[in-house]
């Protein structure tokens, strides 16, 4: 049996998951694929730490430039992380014409542009199943599943942190700091957990996938970013009220004459498949033209998870090796105008939060600003009981452009009838989605189910 | 660009939705691919009737064996349905070793076998995405997206008329005579609905999904089969109230010993991500040894979302042939002991529904026939309110051995306190699955998200 041989550049966490999974599916993997995997090289810094799986020493290297170079080495797995020596190390790949397969979503999202250039120009290819998701085959899905289709909308919880921590504070009445706290306590979530509750880890995930649907690298300084840490515990419930649940949502969208790409907490519908995505798993659902609606569900991150996507890539780097078939799989098509929606001309429902002082009419106000700014009502929420001298008042809005909704949320601060700043949130109702119900009628055609 | 020749067999509601399909994304499929899907010849016994589409006429043929033999066609699409014709002319195409996509699963969970090694035989492939679960991308998932994992479970909800009609029943406290009638009428049944309702379309699905899970041919016969047209209203709204949703469910496993292949109503955990799969939308549940568990959602059926399908073969047909890299894909690969479990032998966990005479003693005498055949009782469902002499009675069990529980429901038969036969259905917990919550708390690894 043909061997491709696998230089391993970082043996951490995910680097050791792959590691075990060869070993112990290897023989499996081998004889789906008519190949077999063989681990050639394993560079680190540290070659001492235990990582819970024996390998030969013979295979360790601090010299990561060595292990590419090494003739043995087909294919080069990167999972150092970062944007360093991670690129560094791809580049130096890429130039000998190694394939390269990695899970760094920051270093695609900020510099994919360059890299994907250098893999076509050395007739070589860049896998990074494991960039998105986790062990949820979404890459593949999205290039070769639907490649049918126009993509029309993605919107994807990509980020299994804060939808761990959403989930704690949903089910057991918490406030945000309590579960961060605990989760940082428990090693669930980063010591600077920035990265994740603030949302940029989802921002470069989202790049990567909207790049691959509209064929074109999406500037990630385009891609508008809100994360969590700013959620109460009060929101979550008005949310439950009127039938929704808040997630950390990225939403990408193709519109007639630009694309929308933006990461923010979200309300979407509770009886959507996605407001059942608990914990610290994620989902995506990709909606394309002939398709409709699909969705993905697994695991997001985690050191097996990961591995079982990294492998998949290897896979496939190993079949397009031994068939002799690089660039075979396309590198981005555009299929739109390259432009991106800046967020004030976005429109979306809103759900509004003020502190309304208890004085009549003040609701009446209220309206006539939103009413001026073209932003018609679709409910309040009113419950009895007060803080102080004010009300807590909940607005959903029916549809309305950012940039008006702004200057109505500086026109009410402006009338010093608040007691303390506005709290809103998009709402997407993904309204195309049946509910957990018949929803749209099947098609005639469908009986051939 | 490279042209790839298209004769499509079969110009019925799919093949239009394929030519449409290509019609309206051609151009975009096309820049993908770097490869053009061209309809060379469209083979139909009706010329005349009005697809929707327009066509040239001179692509249009009775004779499917002269398409087949066109020179100028490089990739035969078969959407004929049915044994018969179907399978001479897939193995006319795989005979002059042209590639051939296929939709219909009833050939291929009867007759995969032997086409598959015919494909193999003159060094070209199958592909039959669009044969399980409509436009969800399931089989690329499962043969290449899940490579790295030995396949612990697969739970499917895979026939979207019978989704439709529980879940009309469910929402509408309806009979399931009445929903089918309906259906019927509204043409979103066949008039002769067995293949659907009594669970041989499932069946079909599972074999396709349980051959390339273990790697080898499941023979049909050996998959348990049940449908849904005895379900009585009673028992949804029973489940619902012990927490479960019915659906009919395909269920594969892999045990020590053996694998287990059934379909059958089902009932799972209300906050189950399946439970939450409505009307005519499919949902597949693979969980592998190293990824955990992934789920995969869509449209099971139509016109459209089974166009995707078929297209998305068609491009990696397609690529296929440009590459020249036929067999690139494993046909199965056995990975596990051929062998599937006998239904007697299967251990699940049971609803039983009992019409059970009002006197004292007699759930006692219940008690005692089921703790008699080592089957232990979770729990016991009776509300006030009798029908007659007799009252409703529901008992949940703990796993128990589907040998032993038949042996217990003969024996309740006999003592002459029922009724109504008993009514029962089985229960996956499907437990590592995490409810709509936290669930297991996140690997430490998780962290980097």
Do not use: W
Not at 169 to 187: D, I, P, S, T
Not at 303 to 308: D, K
Request: hydrophobic share 45%; net charge negative.
């Amino acid at each position: 049996m043909k061997q491709i041989g696998i230089g391993l550049l970082g043996f951490g966490t995910v680097g050791a998951g792959v590691v075990e999974g060869l070993r112990k599916n290897g023989a499996l993997i081998g004889a789906r694929l008519g190949l077999e995997l063989r681990l050639s090289k394993i560079a680190d810094i540290d070659l001492d730490r235990d990582r819970g799986v024996a390998v030969d020493r013979s295979l360790l290297t601090k010299d990561a430039e060595a292990a590419i170079n090494d003739p043995a080495v087909d294919v080069v797995v990167e999972l150092i992380g970062g944007t360093g020596v991670a690129r560094r190390l791809i580049e130096k790949a890429l130039a000998l014409g190694k394939p390269v397969v990695t899970a760094n979503k920051a270093l695609l999202a900020e510099h994919g542009e360059e890299i994907f250039a250098l893999a076509a120009q050395h007739n070589t290819d860049m896998y990074f199943e494991a960039s998105v998701g986790g062990g949820i085959p979404i890459i593949r899905a999205l290039r070769e599943g639907l490649v049918a289709n126009h993509i029309d909308s993605i919107y994807g919880i990509l980020n299994g942190t804060c939808n761990y921590i959403l989930t704690r504070m949903e089910q057991e009445h918490l406030a945000f700091g309590k579960v961060l706290k605990e989760a940082q306590k428990l090693g669930y979530a980063e010591a600077d957990p920035g990265l994740d509750i603030d949302g940029h880890d989802t921002a470069h995930k989202a790049e990567i996938l909207a790049s691959l649907a509209y064929g074109f690298h999406v500037p990630l300084a385009d891609v508008h970013v809100e994360g969590i840490r700013d959620l109460a515990e009060a929101d979550i419930a008005y949310a439950r009220d009127l039938g929704y649940r808040i997630k950390l949502l990225a939403v990408m969208k193709s519109l007639d004459d630009a694309i929308e790409v933006r990461v923010h907490p979200t309300l979407i519908p509770v009886n959507h498949m996605l407001a059942s995505v608990g914990g610290v798993f994620n989902a995506i659902m990709v909606e394309g033209d002939i398709v409709g609606q699909t969705l993905y569900y697994g695991r997001g991150a985690g050191r097996q998870p990961t591995a079982s996507a990294v492998i998949s890539d290897l896979a496939d780097a190993a079949r397009n090796l031994a068939f002799h078939s690089p660039r075979r799989m396309p590198a981005l098509v555009k299929n739109s105008h390259e432009k991106i929606r800046e967020i004030g001309d976005i429109e979306a429902r809103y759900y509004i939060r003020l502190s309304l002082l208890d004085k009549p009419g003040v609701l009446g106000q209220i309206a006539s600003v939103l009413g001026q700014n073209h932003i018609s009502i679709a409910s309040v929420l009113q419950k009895e009981g007060r803080a102080g001298d004010y009300v807590p008042v909940v607005i959903v809005t029916h549809f309305a452009k950012e940039r008006d909704f702004r200057t109505a949320l500086k026109e009410m601060a402006a009338m010093h009838i608040l007691s303390a700043k506005p709290v809103r949130f998009r709402i997407e109702d993904m309204l195309n989605q049946p509910p957990a119900g018949p929803g749209r009628a099947p098609d005639a055609e469908a009986v051939a189910s």
